[in-house]
Nanobody
Framework: QVQLVESGGGLVQPGGSLRLSCAAS????????MGWYRQAPGKQRDLVAT???????NYADSVKGRFTISRDGAKNTVYLQMNNLKPEDTAVYYC????????WGQGTQVTVSS
């Protein structure tokens, strides 16, 4: 059984920063892909960024240059540093782990508003 626990969401003004964390526990394989997706009201869930167990990263075009994904392998934790936030970044952010199955966290709300 795998559990993903997210933290770090909240309300921030445009241009501000937030850091999301996702701690994975349970049976974590040595080869995996972890990442963040987001879902705004009335929209589909979209990829934000992913990182592999080897450290390769991938970003949505809309966040390139503003968001940075990183990981602490020893802690099975993935981070998403979000800078220069925009109102269109407002969404529920979900942590995702892909190994033998797909696992999702419960989601954390990020609201960018003045």
């Amino acid at each position: 059984q795998v559990q993903l626990v997210e933290s770090g969401g909240g309300l921030v003004q445009p241009g501000g920063s937030l850091r999301l964390s996702c701690a994975a526990s349970g049976s974590i394989f040595s080869v995996y892909v972890m990442g963040w997706y987001r879902q705004a009201p009335g929209k589909q869930r979209d990829l934000v960024a992913t990182i592999t167990s080897r450290g390769s990263t991938n970003y949505a075009d809309s966040v390139k240059g503003r968001f940075t994904i990183s990981r602490d392998g020893a802690k099975n934790t993935v981070y998403l540093q979000m800078n220069n936030l925009k109102p269109e970044d407002t969404a529920v952010y979900y942590c995702h782990l892909r190994q033998n199955y797909n696992y999702w966290g419960q989601g954390t709300q990020v609201t960018v508003s003045s």
